[in-house]
């Protein structure tokens, strides 16, 4: 049976929109009806799940989704349900026009009719996952994920490079922290790690999916070990290197010019210091990180205090902790804002040029030391690693993470994890809970075994022609060939739906949003609102599931009211949205069309947001050269925090 | 250089005038076409473009906006249904006014049309074969035009005491036991020509006609075994001068383009025709020498 049930919000939406002309209209699409007051309390919840059985199609036109389907969810197991945002996109956006509220509120219920009448069962599925992982370490970060999943009583391989050893962790993360906490917190992991196998060599092949990763490694003697693992942590951690000012300052060709760490290292040993004149050279070139500049404080304000005079050039510092800085400038250190332009070495010193960009003068000081301050980068066998694993690099040659806020360590390779400095230059206790987070992924899907519901991509492999576009367009390798056929790993999918647009065939079909299901909604909507509105201009909105439907949610929260002739149509990402649904939409009557999706590079599936902006470019270009006009379609950004952007897009032109 | 570079680069150097026709390929000619390609069912899955092994096939950035108006969807759709939606709503929105091809924006994967160069196709159909959206198929036609393209007319030159100077090439079955045979019958014909023995005349191949037209030979003569009586498959409509026969006409009519007409003949004599055999030199000297020297001279001299 359909079903639909509305709710009145505890009687306050009814003062908006007329209900009895909702259900009369309605009547013809769904067997009952049934409005409730206050259908997100107990009652409501427990009325519906009195009412609903499990083959019931039910439209629920209440609130937004994001607020009613978890409750809902929980409590009736049925799979067919549309949810109907009446208040967030009707009611409380459009509280002037009671005649034209209801009717909109009447064609996004037949639009709910309509899609009901095309959903599917969603695919269950589930996939034994091996309960072991890999950490390729090098850095800290590696350390503290073995340790913490030896802790957790999970098995793991720590791989480290070959001649790892406790002072190389040492090495390599100078820069992380001060002497003693280091030296302390490596102690304590290395010995945390007992029990552990802790062996060296680099990967070399890796194959399969997230859950079994099939990884082959070559060690120091050149023997090849293979083993399955569900995910693979990458620590590798840091490396230091010179920056190109180095050989300018004649690094390597005068004795008196070192690095900063090997003057501490040096004036650290000595017992009795003689006091010296020194200036610390930073690259003007390189952006500096604030890992590298509370580490440029913490040294220079440790030679300052040996009684040297220090001079640091630099044109722009950073630091984690503003007392870092304070401390080094009670230490006496001189800090000159500009850049080296020449150094003469005498015999009494090197007389040492600096352009002062702050008080635009030519300095001229003559110093015993130079000291360079070196940068920091990935280890140098990053982009070899990455491109064994297949996960993506940034510019910078760091490995690159999925999206900064809510997947800081996810790679662009399911089931592969980034911990500490080798997605960024970090310090100590950021590389510390970075591999906290890192491990914690890693044992939510190791522990049990991945068990996922939903509607799936699914490929016809009659009508494929083996173009490979979709290979190439998903975002998250869910789909490889094999055999000459294109197949779908859903471990790996998230079901956007990219691999859809990008089909030249449409061969691959999203389970209960295939083309057909598109065409009938946008038809039954401009059908339903021509009964209703007549002639009156409609606009469609394309909106992904992720940021554009909640910046138009929280446009209603914020009663930023737009046009009433505006319907929201969710798709899973704007990316899934091809030519073809824009075109259906102004041929079915649009006045115009308008894709949503999240901001430039905000995409929770990494490149729908690019995707959909090309897929508008090309449909505007085609519109134009059908002599129609090319704005009447458009590809924007909608985000939460800017309610106002749906009003701007829609109201301007209403 | 592979072989069909070297000829379209021999048929250039004898050029001397532009071709303006697209020729008709013969029944039995094999290796020269033309691929015609409908862009609206296309799917720009770049089968043809794998399975191509002169790489005469390219993908392009462009949608071709016109031909995806103009077509009329058949019946039973095109394979690819996405396409055909497209365009059946692309039709529907058109409005009056030219159209032109479009650029597809750099990144979008699974637009693109297929271009094909005319030079390189070696007509094996494999692109045809590989095509699943059936938007290619194999003409029987070879596109002169572009493949040469412009020709500079050659100066007119003089040629004191011009005699033609003839290259048949004769099959050392019959048609040379027929030559034999004029000599022994002591028949005159013209010393004109230079006797190439080839083992069957099927076994000619263009390139060594272009060559001799190239280095100035002011005609070609081919002669064979007796139609139906080739030594090589005898009457087998695939037989060496069965074969032959056609091709030597689509290249008599793809000199004819090229300001080289008449100067390319085949002819058939048995071993018992030496009258024949003398008749046909004869026949063919008279037909050089009305229409003089080999306009390719002036092309080597100028060269010289």
């Given at each position: ?118 959903m599917e069962p969603p695919t269950e599925f589930k996939e034994n996952m091996v309960e072991r992982v890999l950490v390729i370490g090098g850095g800290i970060a590696g350390l503290k994920a073995a340790s913490d999943l030896n802790n957790l009583k999970v098995g793991l391989t720590l791989l480290e490079p070959p001649g790892q050893n406790d002072d190389k962790y040492y090495e390599r993360s100078l820069f992380m922290s001060d002497n003693e906490t280091l030296v302390q917190e490596i102690k304590a992991l290395c010995k945390s790690l007992l029990g552990v196998e802790r062996v060296q060599g680099s990967v070399q092949e890796v194959d399969g999916q997230m859950g079994s990763y099939e990884v082959t490694w070559i060690d120091p003697e050149g023997n090849l070990t293979t083993q399955d693992y569900g995910t693979i942590i990458v620590a590798t951690g840091n490396q230091q290197f010179l920056p190109s000012i180095a050989k300018k300052c004649r690094y ?403 | ?178 030559a034999d045979l004029a000599g022994l019958m002591h028949l005159h014909y013209p010393t004109n020509i230079r006797t190439v023995r080839v083992p069957c005349s099927g076994a000619v191949e263009p390139i060594q006609i272009m060559t001799a037209l190239e280095n100035g030979v002011d005609g070609v003569l081919v002669t064979g075994c007796l139609l139906s009586e080739c030594h090589y498959g005898g009457d087998d409509p695939l037989a060496g001068n069965f074969m032959q026969a056609d091709f030597v006409r689509f290249w008599q009519s793809m000199l004819e383009e090229i300001g080289l007409g008449g100067r390319l003949y085949i002819d058939f004599a048995s071993a018992a025709m030496g009258i024949k055999f003398a008749e046909i030199v004869t026949e063919f000297v008279e037909k050089i020498k009305k229409l003089g020297p080999s306009p390719v001279r002036g092309k080597l001299e100028v060269k010289s």
């Amino acid at each position: 049976m359909k079903k639909l049930f509305l709710c009145t919000c505890n009687n306050t939406l009814n003062r908006i929109l007329d209900f009895p002309k909702i259900e009369k209209e309605m009547a013809k699409s769904f067997d009952a009806i049934e409005t409730l007051d206050s259908l997100c309390l107990e009652d409501g919840l427990s009325t519906l799940r009195q009412r609903i059985s499990d083959d019931d199609q039910v439209a629920i036109g209440a609130c937004s989704s994001q607020i009613i389907e978890i409750p809902v969810k929980q409590r009736i197991s049925n799979d067919f349900i549309s949810f109907v945002p009446l208040r967030e996109h009707v009611a409380w956006v459009h509280p002037a026009d009671i005649k034209s509220a209801t009717n909109k509120a009447i064609v996004l219920l037949a639009d709910a009719a309509a899609q009901l009448n095309h959903m599917e069962p969603p695919t269950e599925f589930k996939e034994n996952m091996v309960e072991r992982v890999l950490v390729i370490g090098g850095g800290i970060a590696g350390l503290k994920a073995a340790s913490d999943l030896n802790n957790l009583k999970v098995g793991l391989t720590l791989l480290e490079p070959p001649g790892q050893n406790d002072d190389k962790y040492y090495e390599r993360s100078l820069f992380m922290s001060d002497n003693e906490t280091l030296v302390q917190e490596i102690k304590a992991l290395c010995k945390s790690l007992l029990g552990v196998e802790r062996v060296q060599g680099s990967v070399q092949e890796v194959d399969g999916q997230m859950g079994s990763y099939e990884v082959t490694w070559i060690d120091p003697e050149g023997n090849l070990t293979t083993q399955d693992y569900g995910t693979i942590i990458v620590a590798t951690g840091n490396q230091q290197f010179l920056p190109s000012i180095a050989k300018k300052c004649r690094y390597g060709k005068s004795k008196r010019v070192l690095t900063v760490e090997s003057l501490v290292a040096a004036s650290g040993k000595r017992d009795v210091h003689e006091s010296s004149t020194i200036l610390v050279v930073t690259d003007p070139d390189i952006e500096m990180s604030s890992v590298e500049g509370s580490h440029l404080l913490r040294s220079t304000a440790f030679l300052a205090r040996l009684g040297n005079t220090v001079f640091v050039s630099y044109s722009d510092i950073r630091t984690e902790d503003e007392n870092l800085y304070r401390n080094a400038r009670n230490a006496g250190v001189i800090f000159v804002r500009g850049k080296v332009t020449q150094i003469k070495e005498k015999d009494h010193g090197l007389i040492c040029r600096i352009e002062n960009t702050l008080e635009s003068i030519v300095r001229e000081v003559t110093v015993d030391t130079i000291a360079v301050s070196q940068i920091v980068g990935p280890v140098s066998d990053t982009a070899r690693l990455a491109l064994t694993l297949g996960v993506e690099c940034d510019e910078n040659g760091f490995i690159k993470i999925r999206y900064n806020k809510m997947k800081p360590v996810q790679t662009s390779r399911r089931g592969i994890f980034v911990a500490g400095g080798a997605k960024t230059p970090m310090s100590l206790s950021h590389a510390l809970i970075s591999a906290q987070n890192a491990v914690l992924e890693a044992f939510k899907i190791v522990r049990s075994p991945l068990k996922r519901f939903g509607w799936i991509p699914v490929i016809d492999d009659e009508s494929c022609d083996v173009c490979k576009a979709c290979i190439t367009a998903c975002p998250n390798d869910a789909l490889r060939l094999i055999d000459e056929k294109v197949v779908h790993i859903p471990v790996h999918c998230e079901f956007c739906g990219i691999c859809v647009s990008s089909c030249p065939t449409r061969a691959i079909e999203f389970q209960s949003h295939n083309k057909e299901s598109w065409f009938d909604r946008l038809e039954t909507i401009a059908k339903t609102h021509r009964q209703l509105e007549r002639n009156k201009p409609f606009t469609l909105v394309y909106a992904c599931s992720e940021c554009a439907n909640a910046s138009i949610d929280q446009a209603g929260f914020a009663g930023k009211s737009y046009p009433t002739g505006t319907y929201v149509i969710q798709f899973p990402c704007a990316g899934m949205v091809s030519p073809i649904e824009i075109l259906k939409g102004l041929v079915v009557g649009a006045e115009r069309v308008i894709v949503a999706h999240c901001p430039p590079g905000g995409c929770h599936h990494q490149k729908g947001d690019h995707l959909s902006e090309l897929v508008v470019h090309l449909t505007k270009d085609m519109l134009r050269e059908i002599g129609q006009d090319p704005d009447r379609v458009r590809a924007t950004y909608m985000i939460a925090a800017m309610p106002e952007k749906m009003q701007k897009e829609v109201g301007l032109h209403g | 250089m592979d072989k069909r570079e070297r000829l379209i680069q021999k048929i250039q150097n004898i050029a001397v005038k532009t071709p303006t026709q697209i020729l008709e390929v013969p029944e039995k000619v094999e290796g020269f076409g033309s691929i015609s390609y409908r862009p609206p069912s296309c799917s720009a899955c770049m089968k043809c473009i794998e399975a191509c092994e002169v790489e005469a096939l390219e993908l392009e950035p462009l949608v071709r906006l016109p031909e995806y108006l103009n077509v009329v969807i058949p019946e039973e759709g095109f394979r690819s249904k996405n396409r055909e939606s497209l365009i059946s709503l692309l039709q529907s929105l058109k409005q009056n006014g030219e159209t032109q091809t479009i650029s597809v924006p750099t990144g979008l994967p699974g637009y693109g049309s297929i271009s094909w160069s005319a030079q390189k196709c070696i007509a094996c159909n494999k692109c045809v074969e590989a095509c699943k959206e059936d938007c290619l198929s194999l003409e029987k036609t070879y596109d002169l035009v572009s493949v040469i393209g412009e020709v500079e007319p050659p100066p007119v030159i003089e040629v004191p005491d011009w005699e033609p100077f003839i290259i048949c090439f004769v099959c050392w079955e019959c048609s040379h036991s027929a030559a034999d045979l004029a000599g022994l019958m002591h028949l005159h014909y013209p010393t004109n020509i230079r006797t190439v023995r080839v083992p069957c005349s099927g076994a000619v191949e263009p390139i060594q006609i272009m060559t001799a037209l190239e280095n100035g030979v002011d005609g070609v003569l081919v002669t064979g075994c007796l139609l139906s009586e080739c030594h090589y498959g005898g009457d087998d409509p695939l037989a060496g001068n069965f074969m032959q026969a056609d091709f030597v006409r689509f290249w008599q009519s793809m000199l004819e383009e090229i300001g080289l007409g008449g100067r390319l003949y085949i002819d058939f004599a048995s071993a018992a025709m030496g009258i024949k055999f003398a008749e046909i030199v004869t026949e063919f000297v008279e037909k050089i020498k009305k229409l003089g020297p080999s306009p390719v001279r002036g092309k080597l001299e100028v060269k010289s």
